[in-house]
């Protein structure tokens, strides 16, 4: 059975996890012209930010990037190499975040994404998030936990 570890990263996963992010993105890359690059940047948000890796059987296959207000946790990025699609990545990446707001005494956490990720959101949605504002292309999502919330 594979077994999937979540935990912090450190400055020398930046690689990996820029290739892991690109990965993932990729397949929205050539149907959504305005997609960001979202893998710029991966070092210093490991060193300024709350950055975690998961890996499969000792494989990088997903990340996140976590940054903390004084009232919400913000979900900047989460992504999951394509291979690893459909293997519970996500969603235990996302019960991560929820349980790092919760640690830091957060009890809202939030995300933006793009209006042509059905997919994404469909998956927050299912995981109890809301969409709260649609702007253009933007989709912002919210969640708000409580101590009986199971991740």
């Given at each position: 059975?594979?077994?999937?570890?979540?935990?912090?990263?450190?400055?020398d996963?930046?690689?990996?996890?820029?290739?892991?992010?690109?990965?993932?993105y990729?397949?929205?890359?050539?149907?959504?012209?305005?997609?960001?690059?979202?893998?710029?940047?991966?070092?210093s948000?490991?060193?300024?930010k709350?950055?975690?890796?998961?890996?499969?059987?000792?494989?990088?296959?997903?990340?996140?990037?976590?940054?903390?207000?004084?009232?919400?946790l913000?979900?900047?990025?989460v992504?999951?190499?394509?291979?690893?699609?459909?293997?519970?990545?996500?969603?235990?990446?996302?019960?991560?975040?929820?349980?790092?707001?919760?640690?830091i005494g957060?009890?809202?956490?939030?995300?933006?994404t793009?209006?042509?990720?059905?997919?994404n959101?469909?998956?927050y949605?299912h995981?109890?998030?809301h969409?709260?504002q649609?702007?253009?292309?933007?989709?912002?999502?919210?969640?708000?936990?409580?101590?009986?919330?199971?991740s």
């Amino acid at each position: 059975m594979p077994e999937l570890t979540i935990r912090e990263a450190a400055l020398d996963d930046a690689p990996l996890l820029k290739r892991c992010f690109d990965s993932a993105y990729s397949v929205y890359k050539n149907n959504i012209p305005d997609m960001p690059d979202v893998s710029t940047g991966l070092a210093s948000a490991i060193e300024g930010k709350s950055v975690w890796v998961a890996e499969l059987n000792g494989a990088v296959v997903g990340g996140m990037v976590l940054e903390a207000t004084d009232s919400y946790l913000i979900l900047e990025n989460v992504a999951v190499h394509p291979n690893a699609s459909g293997s519970g990545v996500g969603k235990a990446l996302i019960g991560k975040a929820e349980s790092e707001c919760m640690r830091i005494g957060l009890r809202e956490i939030r995300l933006s994404t793009h209006n042509d990720m059905a997919g994404n959101i469909g998956l927050y949605e299912h995981l109890g998030w809301h969409v709260v504002q649609v702007e253009g292309n933007k989709v912002r999502m919210t969640k708000h936990l409580n101590i009986s919330t199971n991740s």
